[in-house]
């Protein structure tokens, strides 16, 4: 499977990544190889298998439900680019 | 004092030969002299640090000390510690000052032990050679050509030229074992969930686990004692009964059956190191153990595997890199999307861009199946051979990479060629079983790796097993030339 | 051309815990900015998930309060996309396998029963908050409510008009206050509806395109927007236009409806299993557990009220829209006022001079046991039904009062003393000749003039019915 400009574009796009032209000349062919090997996947049945998410058979554990996080807005506000009002201040953000 | 075990430097405070603050600041002295070469720390705070020394000194003082009481440790950039500059190795970070500690941070901090500084590491930990850090590469101690192996690079050239005692590492496809084996010296990465993953930044969350980098497995045992223990902050964390790391040292290898995989020793794997491997198998059949072949048939696939599981889960936990709460934001934009795309192009590296992509696009729609969701079908197909193995031998050993430490640039811009260091241990992550590497011998005096590969749980058993070998052999105490 | 109408409803319900979905930052609502934005809401590098049991507990509620099927394992998944509320850059949801399936709502409108499929309610966590206004063409984030837990319960497209919609999510609104997981503030963004609304050809089995109207906080809005939206898809299929999938927005300024601004190839969530948490196992002893505190719910209710207690379906549909309703009428027929009288005069006068002074029945100045005796008054014959109301009223203004006393105070006590009603009969008939001749000569109308006149003379006082029964009596000799 090769991934062409259009692809690049789109997955930039999606992972809000600028690539600038030559940038994504270069990526067409490294992300290219790496597809191809990738797809040696491809070469293995795996109809019946179950998708492995975790190595141990766990289960999610449960926290109740008690506040236990106090306020760190100070902390926080500092290592903020920009804030005002103790708000994180972005470009406006348009519907 | 630089080839103490962590034993006997805790033996040395215990009896006043020194103080944590002498301990420390001896350190901190080579760090000075010798970090502008290797470049192996990015971030060096002696106040903090002899602060916590002097905190150490108080408990020694009052008896109240454990084993790593007021030893140096070098910590992956990786992990947040409160009031520390924190990078994972990105000029994303480079600002980020650690409101919290990871809770391997505070593991160390409540026995008392002295956080060194922050080892370079490669960006995001996507690396096996410590080239892509924002903050320049590391350099291998053992010829300053070469590189020192990564993403743990920067702890693993500290360990090597005996800048720390010990350090920590991340590994999510090898990135402590393989650094482990370039610059001759211990490191083990737990079974997946028996260290804590809260406040390690995260790279693959379902791969990724902390573990030691010291020079032997001793000093790695008590190293996980520290950091192994359940955390409700992390609900991957293993509800595991606390075992001690140190105690199982000593048991014999009589009779041990170790694996040894075919597919381990296949065409990529060079002859040289083979024949230290085959030498070492040799040295564990003279102490009384049975070597057994195994096959691993799936592993030809575990790198696709992988990268496939590990970008797609690393261009998720990326995501948060906005320039919004914290961290790099460009410094010119026209409007919000602009301030995203151009963040995210500048603040990240080359790598770090490439495997986002990937990540993405096996995540698109329509791509999901046969990427993604096949993935994670082969990896338990992996798995289950590592399950059928397990019933004919006890540990499996192998080399931990196919070579010695390569020349710096040789592989930085063939991606493929990179990813293909990794080819012994990221079977191992995509299980979840628990792995090592230790000294084994050399090639051209550069250090090469013995793989081991544990059972579920089995670290006491692994580190029993590398300990015995360390007891016949001494290539784990062998330093670089000018590591005075 | 005729048209059928198509909704479906996804609501997205803010669940009543002490703290967030996946950490234990505070839920409260209207805190200081970022002051209940702890360090995974704020996705700081390295933070974890870590579930919060009682959101579980409420999504399980809500599965035995639907008749649905509560899956034994659920997923986690990540939903990804770019936006300044959303710190970590995806949402944990559930996308493929949600912890409850297939259950049901039945609705009543014009008096038909219709069931409305709720095809899944899975668990998530709400995003932050985009502050306008702060700074000039800036916006400001607050993550307060970043974390917080919801449940989101979608619908099959089983609703045929704006109307069955917003019986839907009143129906909705209504049961998740009952079952105690969430406190219904609309105001307060606990409870959001978007509507999907499609429309084809009269009889046509494929579905048109549907456009989603997000975000539509009000029972009136839901209205609103679904009939501008609607009117709108059927005059551009009529001109020959084309339909696009689209998410708008309703402007309750304009009343009109609009897409909102986003790249067509935006929305691929490229949904994946969230790797942090683990499968969400629910035991049957978690669900047992559950039920056993589970309160009865609305409709068990009604249908004892209709068959033990003889109310009209009705009635026992409008006693059952809260708990505190409910309540209320039981403890006043605790009493011993009857089932119907109690009914009427709760869903009478009482909900009206609440509804006047826009207040809630928890916050109701007159207790169930003064309406009982009130009720037990008119019963008793002490006074009349109109003698009552006046009673009510006074009760209304002097809460603290007592019936009997307040009967007094008005003079309103009921002439039930058939010797006095009959001087007065006699009296009135003796005045009111023409209206007797009347009745007499089959002007049945006469019969209530003359009721009328006794009433006026008693000072409405006369027990009405007595006075019917009487002056019958009379008439007919």
Not at chain 2, 191 to 210: E, H, K, N, W
Not at chain 3, 464 to 469: A, L, R
Request: proline fraction near 4%.
């Amino acid at each position: 499977m090769s991934i062409n400009q259009k692809d690049i574009q789109k997955i930039a796009y999606l992972a809000r990544i600028n690539v600038s032209e030559e940038e994504s000349r270069i990526l067409e062919t490294k992300l290219g190889s790496i597809m191809t090997m990738i797809d040696k996947m491809q070469e293995v049945i795996t109809d019946n298998v179950e998708p492995m998410s975790h190595a141990l058979e766990v289960t999610q554990p449960l926290r109740e439900d008690v506040v236990t996080e106090k306020d760190i807005r100070g902390n926080a506000l500092e290592l903020a680019p920009e804030v005002e009002q103790s708000t994180f201040i972005v470009p406006q953000v348009i519907e | 004092m630089i080839n103490l075990s962590l034993k006997s430097l805790n033996q040395g405070l215990l009896e006043k030969k020194f103080s944590s603050v002498e301990l420390t600041q001896f350190f901190l002295e080579r760090v000075q002299k010798y970090n502008t070469d290797i470049n192996a720390f990015i971030t060096i705070d002696e106040e903090k640090s002899l602060a916590q020394a002097k905190y150490a000194d108080t408990l020694i003082q009052s008896g109240k000390q454990s084993l790593l009481t007021g030893i140096p440790v070098a910590q992956k950039d990786i992990f947040c510690a409160a009031g520390w500059r924190t990078t994972c190795g990105s000029l994303m970070l480079d600002n980020f000052i650690a409101p919290y500690n990871a809770t391997v941070i505070d593991k160390f901090n409540q026995v008392g032990a002295v956080n060194l500084g922050k080892t370079n590491m490669d960006e995001f930990a996507m690396g096996s050679s410590n080239e892509t850090s924002y903050y320049g590469p590391v350099k291998n101690p053992w010829n300053h050509d070469l590189v020192p192996g990564g993403s743990s690079g920067g702890s693993a050239a500290a360990i090597a030229a005996r800048l720390a005692p010990a350090a920590t590492g991340t590994d999510t496809g090898g990135s402590i074992r393989q650094p482990a084996s370039l610059c001759g010296f211990s490191g083990l990465k737990p079974t997946y969930g028996l260290v804590s993953r809260f406040g390690m930044i995260a790279f693959a969350s379902s791969l990724d686990q902390a573990g030691p980098m010291a020079p032997s497995a001793e000093d790695c045992a008590a190293l996980l004692n520290v950091m192994a223990g359940h955390d409700e902050k992390d609900s991957t964390s293993i509800n595991h009964d606390k075992e001690d790391y140190l105690v199982n040292l000593d048991q014999s290898v009589k009779g041990l059956r170790i694996g040894v995989p075919k597919e381990f020793f296949e065409e990529g794997l060079d002859g040289q190191v083979q024949q230290v491997i085959e030498e070492a198998l040799n040295t564990y059949k003279k102490m009384g153990a049975e070597l057994i072949n195994i096959s691993l048939p799936n592993t030809h696939l575990a790198i696709p595997v992988y990268y496939v599981i590990a970008p797609a889960e690393a261009s998720s936990n990326l995501s948060r890199y906005d320039g919004v709460r914290y961290g790099y934001r460009a410094k010119e934009y026209d409007d919000l999307m602009d301030m995203y795309f151009k963040t995210r192009q500048q603040g990240f590296g080359e790598e770090v861009k490439r495997r986002i992509l990937i990540g993405t696009y096996v995540l698109s729609a329509g791509y999901y199946d046969a990427y993604y969701l096949k993935a994670q079908k082969i990896r338990q197909l992996i798995s289950n051979d590592f399950k059928k193995a397990f019933q004919q031998c006890d540990v499996i050993m192998g080399p931990s990479a196919p070579s010695v430490a390569f020349k710096a640039n040789e592989k930085k811009s063939d991606p493929l060629a990179m990813y293909l260091q990794d080819i012994y241990t990221i079977s191992t992550n995509l299980a979840g079983l628990p792995g090592m590497s230790i000294p084994a011998g050399m090639v051209n005096n550069l250090p090469v790796g013995l793989q081991l590969i544990g059972n579920y749980f089995k670290e006491s058993q692994m580190l029993n097993v590398a300990h015995a070998f360390q007891q016949e052999t001494d290539w784990h105490q062998k330093v670089p030339k000018g590591v005075i | 051309m005729e048209w059928d109408i198509v909704i479906g409803i996804e609501t997205h319900v803010q669940l009543r815990t002490h703290s967030k979905q996946f950490s234990g930052a505070s839920v409260a609502y209207g805190s200081e900015p970022n002051s209940q934005a702890c360090l995974v809401s704020l996705a700081y590098p390295g933070v974890l998930p870590v579930l919060n049991k009682a959101a579980v507990d409420c999504a399980i509620r809500f599965g035995l309060a639907t008749d649905a099927s509560i899956a034994r394992r659920s997923i986690f998944a990540r939903k990804n996309y770019f936006y300044p509320d959303l710190p970590k850059g995806y949402q944990i949801s559930q996308f493929e396998l949600p912890i409850v399936n297939h259950g049901k709502l039945t609705i009543i409108t014009k008096d038909q029963e219709k069931e409305v499929r709720i095809l899944r309610a899975h668990l998530e966590e709400d995003a932050g908050k985009s502050l306008h206004g702060i700074v000039q063409g800036k916006t400001g984030i607050d993550l307060n409510r970043a974390g917080t837990p919801l449940l989101e319960i979608v619908t099959e497209p089983d609703m045929s008009s704006a109307e069955e919609a917003v019986v839907y999510a009143k129906k909705l609104h209504e049961l998740v206050q009952w079952i105690g997981i969430c406190d219904g503030n609309m105001q307060e963004g606990s409870f959001r509806c978007d509507v999907n609304v499609s429309v084809k050809k009269k009889g046509e089995t494929k579905l048109g395109t549907r456009r989603e109207i997000k975000n539509l906080n009000s029972f009136r809005f839901i209205k609103q927007a679904i009939d501008y939206e609607v009117n709108w898809q059927i005059e551009t299929l009529e001109d020959g236009g084309k339909i696009d999938q689209a998410t708008i927005l309703f402007n309750p300024e304009t009343g009109e409806t609009r897409a909102m601004r986003s790249k067509e190839e935006a929305n691929d969530y490229r949904y994946f299993p969230d790797p942090d948490l683990l499968p969400l196992e629910v035991t049957d002893a978690m669900i047992d557990k559950i039920k056993s505190t589970m309160p009865e719910l609305p409709a068990t209710i009604a249908e004892r009220f209709e068959k033990e207690l003889g109310l009209s379906s009705y009635d026992a549909l409008e006693l059952t829209s809260s708990r505190e309703v409910t309540n209320f009428f039981t403890e006043t027929i605790k009493f011993g006022s009857s089932a119907k009288l109690s009914a009427n005069w709760i869903l009478g006068s009482l909900f009206s001079q609440l509804k006047e002074n826009d207040l809630s029945i928890s916050s109701c100045p007159i207790l169930p046991a003064q309406l009982a005796a009130l009720i037990k008054r008119i019963e008793d014959q002490t006074i009349s039904n109109n003698a009552a109301k006046k009673v009510f009223d006074a009760l209304w203004q002097k809460p603290a009062s007592e019936i009997d006393g307040l009967i007094d105070e008005l003079g309103l006590k009921q002439i039930s003393d058939s010797g006095a009603i009959d001087q007065i009969v006699d009296e009135v008939m003796q005045t009111n000749i023409s209206m007797v001749d009347e009745f007499k000569s089959g002007k049945d109308k006469a019969f209530n003039a003359l009721v009328g006149q006794v009433m006026k003379a008693s000072k409405g006082k006369a027990n009405p019915t007595q006075v019917s029964e009487i002056l019958k009596k009379k008439l007919i000799n």
